[in-house]
């Protein structure tokens, strides 16, 4: 058997977990054996983010994780170009509380 034959998996995806879950918030944390992974979902009108998937892995598969992320945030770069990090201007005359909670609840 060579190689290419013992590193073959077999998957299965189900109908239900085909269509994917939306997530624009990741919240990670992590002890000395496991890493944990929350996917949430932050959307206008909602009152917090909903915690729609937990994802619990030991630190060898995050770490196999982020290098995959990172190879395939590279070929996606080099297939469709950079992409953007920067955070949207807030429209004037709105406050983001996350802001007024990081500077101790002073306004600059």
Avoid: C
């Amino acid at each position: 058997m060579d190689n290419k034959e013992s590193k073959a998996l077999s998957i299965e995806l189900k109908p239900e977990t085909a269509t994917g879950k939306y997530s624009n918030l990741a919240i990670i944390s992590h002890s000395h054996s496991e890493f944990v992974l929350d996917f949430a979902t932050m959307l206008p009108g909602l009152q917090k983010p909903e915690i729609i998937s937990r994802i619990v892995m030991n630190p060898e598969h995050a770490k196999r994780l982020l290098s995959a992320l990172i190879d395939n945030v590279n070929k996606y770069e080099n297939q469709f170009g950079p992409i953007s990090t920067v955070e949207p201007q807030q429209p004037k005359g709105t406050i983001n509380l996350n802001d007024l909670m990081n500077n101790g609840g002073t306004r600059s």
